[in-house]
């Protein structure tokens, strides 16, 4: 059974706009990835945020994480018609290591 | 440098029928995963090696499923007999370590289609 639940589950926005997508999980985890899964190049990990941190940045991407909320959010901004894809989130389950993939958001941006 | 290779990229079978599935990882990452994607579903972990042990195959239907991940370099995946809901997308993908937050990088798939 799948851990992560993703918000929402298509996302459809013009190009220039910023996308925001969100992830819930279940259970504590060691640190939480955000995959990027398109049909030309398959599942790209994009960024990861460990337990501890609240927040985290890559070029246009910014994540953040609240453990007492058990959700994490990926915020896209000025999108590109490139950035058209499903995007998942990815929980290490504290103890096991065990990697659980979200349900995940389909994004669609329009030029 | 080579990324994840899996082969095929694509099967047609009979269902009752074997099929094997073949994935070597990145030079030098010591974890290996097998994951099934049904469609519209995240990948969901069948499998996970540190080098040639299978840490993790608490999902794997072992009644039908096995693996194995010989000198803990490349590793097959097979199903016999396959079923009908065995159709999905088998991704493979590797990382340095199993623990500690490493990138998973995963390969192309095999979409697998039983009729």
């Known amino acids: 059974s799948q851990q992560g639940e993703e918000d929402p589950q298509a996302l459809s926005i013009q190009e220039g706009e910023n996308a925001t997508m969100n992830c819930s999980y279940k259970t504590s985890i060691n640190n939480l990835q955000w995959y990027r899964q398109n049909s030309g190049r398959g599942l790209v990990h994009l960024i990861l945020?460990?337990?501890?941190?609240r927040e985290k940045h890559s070029g246009r991407l910014r994540v953040t994480l609240d453990t007492s909320k058990k959700s994490s959010s990926l915020l896209i901004t000025a999108s590109r018609a490139a950035d058209t894809a499903s995007y998942f989130c990815a929980t290490e389950t504290s103890g096991t290591y065990k990697y659980i993939f979200g349900t995940g958001t389909r994004l669609k941006v329009l030029a | 440098e080579a990324g994840v290779v899996q082969s095929p990229r694509y099967k047609i079978i009979e269902k009752k029928q074997p099929v094997a599935f073949w994935c070597n990882p990145i030079?030098?990452?010591?974890?290996l995963y097998w994951y099934r994607q049904n469609l519209g579903q995240g990948p969901e972990l069948l499998i996970r090696y540190e080098n040639e042990e299978a840490v993790d195959d608490s999902q794997l239907p072992k009644d039908r499923f096995s693996a194995e991940r010989l000198k803990g370099v490349d590793s097959t995946l097979k199903i016999q007999p396959a079923e009908l809901g065995d159709s999905a997308v088998y991704l493979c993908?590797?990382?340095?370590?199993?623990?500690?937050?490493?990138?998973?990088?995963f390969g192309p798939g095999t979409r697998l289609t039983v009729l």
């Open positions: 945020i460990r337990s501890n941190e």
């Open positions: 030079s030098g990452h010591n974890t």
């Open positions: 993908a590797s990382s340095l370590r199993g623990t500690g937050g490493n990138e998973q990088f």
